[in-house]
């Protein structure tokens, strides 16, 4: 039906509508389908900020379809376009997928980070999506005995969520009733009941601070961090750890080099260095290697 329309950017917004229904529906192949031929014109077209946003519905396909290398692979170079337009608020949105992804993969310490960073992204612009990463910060919390933040984050979910008549996804709902099962598990109904309602109260500076101290315990508690300090981990320069966390967000050498202000053979001089420290001889290999580690 979608093929009748002349206009390639009006079949593409046409396309995009079907996917988004197959989507609510969990019709995940038929969505992929959709959204890959919407991908097709955009990238005929030329569009970035079109492209990072087609691709963040392609890495929560992929989610949905139980493959999560695909999906963590597709938000990262969805964050890549994106980027070259300065779309934040969908850059946010990439951190909260990646941070839902880690969490499926038990990666706490890079999901609280993730949804500390989306936190910040979607304050930074206004966005009224800012009761999702706290939803996921409750949810990590939960993995480091923190159920009294945990529980106050969720009092200040469900404050968010009646102010902005926001509503979650399927995934985001699973996180939230997770972290909820879990600070009434570890503190008893009365004790979570007190600590939801004082979270109800607590003003935007709070919930910074409470995702901070967050981040910072379930970085402690994460075993392949214990003991040195991430940015000095294998030997890598701060400078080197900021490549290697663009690279794996799938920017190329010159969108690197863009980012950070710097020539593309500084970087990969850089790149050489990392693959020297990290033992490993190529992009993919220094990425895998630095999350095995505890870098990234």
Same mark, same amino acid.
């Given at each position: 039906m979608w093929n009748v329309v002349g206009d390639p950017v009006e079949r593409a917004m046409t396309v995009h509508a079907l996917g988004r229904i197959e989507l609510?529906?969990?019709? &995940?192949?038929?969505?992929?389908?959709?959204?890959e031929e919407e991908l097709?014109? &955009?990238?005929?077209?030329?569009?970035?900020?079109?492209?990072?946003?087609?691709?963040?519905?392609?890495?929560?396909v992929a989610f949905g379809q139980g493959d999560l290398a695909k999906a963590r692979a597709t938000m990262s170079e969805a964050a890549?376009?994106?980027?070259q337009v300065d779309e934040r608020t969908w850059l946010a949105a990439t951190d909260l997928y990646l941070g839902l992804f880690a969490v499926a993969e038990r990666r706490f310490a890079?999901?609280?980070?993730?949804?500390?960073?989306?936190?910040?992204?979607?304050?930074?612009?206004?966005?009224?999506?800012?009761?999702?990463?706290?939803a996921g910060l409750a949810r990590v919390a939960i993995e480091v005995g923190r159920a009294e933040a945990a529980a106050q984050l969720l009092g200040v979910v469900d404050a968010e969520l009646e102010r902005t008549g926001m509503r979650f996804d399927q995934f985001e709902r699973l996180g939230y009733d997770q972290a909820k099962a879990g600070?009434?598990?570890?503190l008893g109904?009365?004790?979570?009941?007190?600590?939801?309602?004082?979270?109800?109260?607590?003003?935007?500076?709070? &919930?910074?601070?409470?995702?901070?101290?967050?981040?910072?315990?379930?970085?402690?508690?994460?075993?392949?961090?214990?003991?040195?300090?991430?940015?000095?981990?294998?030997?890598?320069?701060?400078?080197?750890?900021?490549?290697?966390?663009?690279?794996?967000?799938?920017?190329?050498?010159?969108?690197?080099?863009?980012?950070?202000?710097?020539?593309?053979?500084?970087?990969r001089s850089h790149l050489t260095s990392i693959f020297g420290k990290l033992e490993v001889g190529s992009r993919t290999a220094a990425i895998a290697a630095a999350r095995q580690q505890g870098i990234l």
């Open positions: 609510a529906q969990d019709n &995940w192949d038929a969505a992929a389908v959709l959204y097709a014109v &955009w990238r005929e077209i030329g569009d970035p900020g079109a492209i990072g946003i087609v691709l963040i519905e392609l890495g929560e890549g376009f994106l980027r890079e999901a609280a980070r993730r949804y500390r960073a989306c936190l910040a992204g979607y304050a930074e612009t206004g966005d009224a999506f800012l009761q999702s990463p706290l600070a009434r598990a570890a109904e009365e004790a979570f009941m007190g600590a939801y309602a004082s979270g109800r109260t607590l003003n935007r500076d709070s &919930w910074f601070e409470k995702a901070d101290a967050i981040v910072a315990a379930v970085e402690a508690a994460d075993p392949a961090r214990q003991g040195r300090n991430s940015d000095t981990a294998a030997g890598l320069t701060p400078r080197e750890r900021d490549i290697l966390i663009l690279v794996a967000d799938g920017l190329s050498d010159r969108e690197v080099a863009d980012a950070l202000f710097i020539g593309q053979g500084t970087v």
